[in-house]
Each structure stands twice: as C-alpha cells, then as structure tokens.
C-alpha cells in the first residue's frame, strides 16, 4: 500500500482545533481510496517559542523538508506580539515560507451553491465564482532589503528579479491551460518599475502559451473588479503584498474565510493550509470552521500526491455537508437546518466518506 509522510504543524489559537479535523477526514479518504498516511507533528509560532523559544526551531523546518509535504494550521497571538520582530510567530512563518522554497502560493475562490446567500454580495453577482489566486509568496515587499524602521522613518523595499516573476508566472500560465485560459496579471505599472519588469516578463511568458488569454490591471482596479464582477476572473497572478490583500476580498466574496483553504509549492516541498489566521478571539470554544483546512487537505492530495479520485471525494462530502444544512457559527445566519461545532463539522464531513 502507497503511505504519504505528512509533517504537521498545528500551531496556535484555533489552529489544533481545525488540523484535528483535517486529519479526520484524511484518515477517512486513505481508508477508502487504498493509500495510507503517516503523520509527524513539529513546533512552530507562539506554542514553539514558549516550548523551545524561537519561533522556528531548526527541526521543524529539516522535518518538514523530509517529508512529502506539510499540512499548516495557523500560528499567532496577542501573548507573543510584544515580542521583537525576530523572535515573532510572523517572522518564523515568513522563515519557514523562505526555507522551503515555496514561491506559489495558489488561492482557489468557489463559491458553494449552498452558500450564495452567506457572501455580502447579491446572489447573481457570485453565482459560479471559480477564481484561481497565484500569488508570489516568497519575495516583493514582504522580504525585500533593506528594510528599516529608526522611530523617525521606516522602509521597506518591493523587489523581485526576472527569475523569481518567471517561475511565478509559469506556474500561473499552466494553471490557466488547466482551467479556462485566461490569466489576469495584478500590478501598479502605473508607478512601480517592479510592476513594469512584471508586466513586460508576463507577456515575455505569453509567447510560450499562445492559447492563454493575457490580461493586466492596476491592483486599484483589480480589487474593485473582485467586488463589481468577480465573475470576469479565471486565474490571477500577482506579487506577494498584491496578493494578499486580493485573496482575502475573494475570500469575502464566497462568504467566510472559515472557506478558503492554499497550496504553497515549489521545488522542495508544499505546505497546505487555510488563508486565514490563528482567530484567537474564537479559539477553544469548538466554533471555528474547519472547511478551509479540510478543503487544503484536498488540495494536498491533489497536488502532491496525485490523488486525484480521493481529492474529489473530500469535496463531494464536504458539499453534502452544506448542502444536508450543516453549518458552522460563522455561516449559521445561511440557510441553516443545524449549527455544529468544529469536530461535528469534521465528523459529519468524515462520514460523508464513508458512507
Ligand atoms: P484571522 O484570520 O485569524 O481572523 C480574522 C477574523 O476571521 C476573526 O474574527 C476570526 O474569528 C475569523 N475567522 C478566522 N478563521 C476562522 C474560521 N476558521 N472559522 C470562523 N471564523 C474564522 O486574522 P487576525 O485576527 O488578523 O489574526 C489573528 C492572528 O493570526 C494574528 O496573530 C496574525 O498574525 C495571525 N495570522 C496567521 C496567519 C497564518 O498562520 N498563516 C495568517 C494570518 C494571520
């Protein structure tokens, strides 16, 4: 029998409470689909600096570089803020991100039918939403040098090489022949000489798939179009900061970010994990949504371990789920028959499967 080794980090606040979940319904698919998985669980953000005290202790990151690939919950809290800068959970994520070279961070946005009305915007506006983020996560203003702040000025520096937008930019362009072909490409080349080497090394790409269709828009107008007509989107390329704030307005357009799980790849290895944070305002009470984790369990499958049947199948459970009526205290105003916690969402996701 195949066995995948993943290496898991739970991290902290609501983090144990949604990986615990995902791994439920992992257990439940690799029973039926034939394939077995080993799970080893390593330290890292507010939980590893109180246990090790570093945010990043060196043998998470040698665990999860040997394993096939990561399931991340989400790491952060008040306790650990006042911390310096170095010693920070953030900064032993953005280390992390960095040491396992994972420059492609991929953000799918769906709406579920069972969902329309949890989403601000009308139903006619998000009906069959299927947008692809690929956002450059290892480089732009997040890590660029220098950077500074001396009490009186601060700066930080949005840089990105050729090299770095063209293996971003593959990645999106292979994406698009995937789906339906067309890519959007976020920027600010109408200020930023980063933008414009950006713009210019897209369309560079271009010539290699003649049978994508290559837009660009000023990320102004991207997160205005997300809102206006989200539909107009298949796939969206764009720099690390961009990106971030773009796939949180998509995130809002399916509803709850308790929906939008990530991919992080790259060439050593891949980490799987929702969009949001570690939500410690709900931690421990058994409301956080563990959808956006179950659905990147899906993706690890898909993704990395090319099981493909097994992804489709944690889908199809998960809406079931929704649509059976079964909600989460973030989309209990939704068409709700019950409201759920956390590990019920996870059990009746899990029988879903087995059924
Ligand atoms: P957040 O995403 O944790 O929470 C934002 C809001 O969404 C909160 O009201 C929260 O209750 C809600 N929410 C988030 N996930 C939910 C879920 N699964 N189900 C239901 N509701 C959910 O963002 P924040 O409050 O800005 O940050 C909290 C901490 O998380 C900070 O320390 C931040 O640095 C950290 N953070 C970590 C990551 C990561 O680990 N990848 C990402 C973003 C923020």
Known sequence: MKTYNISVIKGDGIGPEIVDEAIKVLDAVSYNCGFSLEYKE????????DMTGVPLPDETVQGVLNS????FGAIGGEKWDTLPRELRPETGLLKFREAMGVYANLRPAI?????VNASTLKPEVIEGVDIMVVRELIGGIYFGQPR???????YNTMVYTKPEIERIGKTAFELAMKRDKRLCSVDKANVLEVSQLWRDTMEEIAKDY?????????????????????????VIVTGNIFGDILSDTASMVVGSIGLLPSASTGDKTAIYEPIHGSAPDIAGQG???????????????RYS????????????AIKKALKDGFRTKDLAAYDAKEVVTTS????????NLRK
Do not use: W
Request: charged share 20%; aromatic share 8%.
């Open 42 to 49: 390593y330290l890292m953000g507010g939980i590893a600096i």
């Open 210 to 234: 003649p049978e994508v269709k290559l837009s660009h828009m000023y990320v102004d107008n991207a997160a205005m179009q997300l809102v206006r007509n989200p539909k107009q989107f298949d």
């Open 305 to 316: 371990f090319g099981e493909i049947e097994a992804a489709d199948l944690i889908d199809g």
């Open 68 to 71: 096939d690939a990561c399931l």
């Open 148 to 154: 500074a702040n001396d009490g009186f000025k601060a």
């Open 287 to 301: 409301i956080a949504n563990p959808i956006a984790t179950i659905e990147s369990a899906g993706m690890m499958l």
């Open 111 to 115: 709406i579920y039918d069972e969902l």
């Open 344 to 351: 019920e969402m996870g059990d009746i996701i899990a029988n």
